[in-house]
């Protein structure tokens, strides 16, 4: 069975870091982009970046250009996102997904989430 | 990036039907057909129900269907039961190599 495990959400100051980890089993990790979406507390979702299977390929959503990167390490079945310059509206509960095999653009699988609050 | 534009709710009793409308622009919904839709029970992390505008995964229920026309996509529910209550958000590529979702539906079974 698929299994995806958030971890690394924490209360954060405005301007802070943070760095979150999705530890993937059940799969063969190295063939799949990797997805992380957000949802606010009482709010929709939110795509937030997207990684191609060997890690050369990224994509961002406007709202995080430029503060947020992602990573993989395929090595150790684990995709990051590194969270610069961390805003109030960053505070929310981030999902990671594995992609569906007819798109990167579909999230097939998804953990449970880790909560990020930002806030001083 | 504005979101997709979804219906804030829908209702409908057990057994009957119920469409939930999603409204992109030339440049997501209405250029490609790489539309899909989750549904969200509270409290639980979404689910995929359709993709490719009308294709259901494994698992999921032939009461569940997709369709579009132009810059618009539907989700349709028949014989709707009291499992299917819940958040529907509709999602979609778009010509920036992103992703936008939309506001989110929720369905209430009355």
């Known amino acids: 069975d698929v299994h995806l495990v958030e971890s690394g959400g924490d209360l954060v100051q405005p301007g802070g870091s943070l760095r979150l980890s999705c530890a993937a089993s059940?799969?063969?990790?190295?063939?799949?982009?990797m997805t992380w979406v957000r949802q606010a507390p009482g709010g929709g979702l939110e795509w937030v970046s997207t990684?191609?299977?060997?890690?050369?390929?990224?994509h961002y959503a406007d709202s995080v250009k430029g503060r947020f990167a992602i990573s993989r390490d395929n090595s150790k079945n684990t995709v990051f996102l590194q969270m610069n310059s961390l805003r109030a509206e960053d505070t929310a509960l981030y999902y990671c997904?594995?992609?569906?095999?007819?798109?990167?653009?579909?999230?097939?699988?998804w953990g449970q989430g880790t909560v990020v609050t930002v806030s001083s | 990036q504005s979101a997709l534009t979804q219906p804030p709710s829908v209702s409908g009793s057990p057994g009957q039907s119920v469409t939930i409308s999603c409204t992109g622009t030339?440049?997501?919904?209405?250029?490609?057909?790489?539309v899909s839709w989750y549904q969200q029970p509270p409290g639980t992390a979404p689910k995929l129900m359709i993709y490719?505008?009308?294709n259901r995964p494994s698992g999921v229920p032939d009461r569940f269907s997709g369709s579009k026309s132009g810059n618009t996509a539907s989700l349709t529910i028949s014989g709707l039961q009291a499992e299917d209550e819940a958040d529907y958000y509709c999602?979609?590529?778009?010509?920036?190599?992103?992703?936008?979702f939309g506001g989110g539906t929720k369905l209430t079974v009355l």
């Open positions: 997904a594995k992609r569906h095999d007819s798109g990167w653009y579909y999230s097939e699988y």
């Open positions: 059940g799969f063969t990790f190295s063939s799949y982009a």
């Open positions: 990684i191609s299977n060997n890690g050369r390929n990224t």
């Open positions: 030339s440049i997501d919904v209405g250029y490609y057909n790489r």
């Open positions: 490719e505008v009308t």
């Open positions: 999602s979609s590529y778009r010509s920036d190599d992103t992703v936008l």
